[in-house]
């Protein structure tokens, strides 16, 4: 939805752009507590009128707000819906919580976090930043597994997550990454590549995308481009293929990818950034495997199934492990 509505072309790209940033001020308003008014206002509902009620009516006309749970949510994207009057309500829980810990709700929101506990959970944060839950969704344990049971809930009753996390003055809870997620990279840097990847995930031309780069020198782009975005700048710069195989092969638009794609990352520390691309053919799905029921990547099968592509990546790096 986000990328049909900014990828408007002439004046109805004109008129969108002029929409959003209307809308940008008047959430700013919204998420201090304060509504628009005088001219502003007149603009919002201008703006309502001629483009996000199409937005809205898509969705069925009469939603009063989405609940998001099971994987991260770019804020970049929740905050655009909400400046738009579609709220997204972000949770978090797992399966040994049944299933919910935290969510945001009308009342208590902000964009970025998870939300308060709900009522009776209490939330802290380990040494190394793991998140720790206690309360009465816990589990009692995993059945007929004691020794596992055992590492995952210690004798006060709080149970290892797993996610890192961070809780900010007022019992937001921000994710920030799976704790066998992080990468570690040659050099011992810590990466966390979520947040990363939820950034990009609003990039024009990128469709899906996993970092990678554990014990490397550095971290890398296994990306799933949004072809129609693709094919276009190709055929306006003499690229032929065939199949989306041979597109993703082809030097120059994988130059173009990363020129683009990696330089929107600039902001980032040095050992943060990526510093090359590998494109896929095919989306990461359920059904192939690369992605669990709630849609979470399944890192270590994008490890080891696509092994030879990864290698690619880091040639380089092996002729000088081998000199």
């Given at each position: 939805?986000?990328?049909?509505?900014?990828?408007?072309?002439?004046?109805?790209?004109?008129?969108?752009?002029?929409?959003?940033?209307?809308?940008?001020?008047?959430?700013?308003?919204?998420?201090?507590?304060?509504?628009?008014?005088?001219?502003?206002?007149?603009?919002?509902?201008?703006?309502?009128?001629?483009?996000?009620?199409?937005?809205?009516?898509?969705?069925?006309?009469?939603?009063r707000f989405f609940?998001?749970?099971?994987?991260?949510?770019?804020?970049?994207?929740?905050?655009?819906?909400?400046?738009?009057?579609?709220?997204?309500?972000?949770?978090?829980?797992?399966?040994?919580?049944?299933?919910?810990?935290?969510?945001?709700?009308?009342?208590?929101?902000?964009?970025?976090?998870?939300?308060?506990?709900?009522?009776?959970?209490?939330?802290?944060?380990?040494?190394?930043?793991?998140?720790?839950?206690?309360?009465?969704?816990?589990?009692?344990?995993?059945?007929?597994?004691?020794?596992?049971?055992?590492?995952?809930?210690?004798?006060?009753?709080?149970?290892?997550?797993?996610?890192?996390?961070?809780?900010?003055?007022?019992?937001?809870?921000?994710?920030?990454?799976?704790?066998?997620?992080?990468?570690?990279?040659?050099?011992?840097?810590?990466?966390?590549?979520?947040?990363?990847?939820?950034?990009?995930?609003?990039?024009?031309?990128?469709?899906?995308?996993?970092?990678?780069?554990?014990?490397?020198?550095?971290?890398?782009?296994?990306?799933?481009?949004?072809?129609?975005?693709?094919?276009?700048?190709?055929?306006?710069?003499?690229?032929?293929?065939?199949?989306?195989?041979?597109?993703?092969?082809?030097?120059?638009?994988?130059?173009?990818?990363?020129?683009?794609?990696?330089?929107?990352?600039?902001?980032?520390?040095?050992?943060?950034?990526?510093?090359?691309?590998?494109?896929?053919?095919?989306?990461?799905?359920?059904?192939?495997?690369f992605l669990t029921?709630?849609?979470?990547v399944k890192r270590?099968?994008?490890?080891?199934?696509?092994?030879?592509?990864?290698?690619?990546?880091?040639?380089?790096?092996?002729?000088?492990?081998?000199?």
């Amino acid at each position: 939805i986000y990328n049909g509505v900014m990828q408007a072309r002439g004046p109805k790209k004109a008129l969108i752009d002029w929409a959003v940033g209307v809308a940008d001020r008047v959430a700013d308003l919204r998420l201090a507590g304060r509504e628009p008014g005088g001219m502003l206002g007149l603009r919002y509902k201008l703006a309502d009128k001629l483009v996000f009620s199409k937005v809205k009516q898509a969705v069925g006309g009469r939603l009063r707000f989405f609940v998001s749970g099971g994987g991260p949510l770019a804020p970049e994207l929740n905050r655009f819906f909400y400046s738009i009057g579609l709220t997204i309500l972000e949770g978090y829980g797992l399966t040994e919580t049944s299933p919910v810990t935290n969510v945001n709700t009308l009342e208590h929101f902000r964009i970025g976090t998870v939300g308060k506990p709900v009522p009776g959970t209490e939330i802290k944060i380990a040494d190394d930043g793991e998140i720790l839950v206690r309360g009465p969704q816990v589990m009692k344990g995993y059945y007929r597994m004691p020794e596992e049971t055992a590492r995952s809930i210690d004798a006060e009753g709080w149970l290892a997550t797993g996610d890192i996390g961070e809780l900010d003055d007022e019992g937001f809870l921000t994710i920030t990454d799976r704790k066998k997620d992080l990468i570690v990279t040659a050099g011992g840097k810590n990466v966390a590549p979520q947040p990363i990847e939820n950034r990009l995930k609003t990039h024009p031309l990128v469709e899906q995308v996993v970092m990678i780069g554990d014990r490397r020198k550095f971290v890398s782009l296994l990306v799933v481009p949004d072809f129609a975005k693709l094919e276009e700048w190709a055929r306006a710069n003499g690229v032929t293929w065939q199949t989306h195989e041979d597109l993703v092969r082809d030097p120059r638009v994988v130059a173009h990818v990363e020129r683009e794609v990696l330089g929107s990352l600039g902001d980032l520390a040095s050992y943060e950034r990526p510093k090359k691309i590998a494109l896929l053919p095919h989306d990461l799905t359920v059904e192939n495997g690369f992605l669990t029921p709630s849609l979470k990547v399944k890192r270590r099968v994008v490890q080891d199934q696509l092994d030879s592509i990864i290698d690619e990546l880091y040639e380089e790096e092996a002729v000088d492990a081998a000199r």
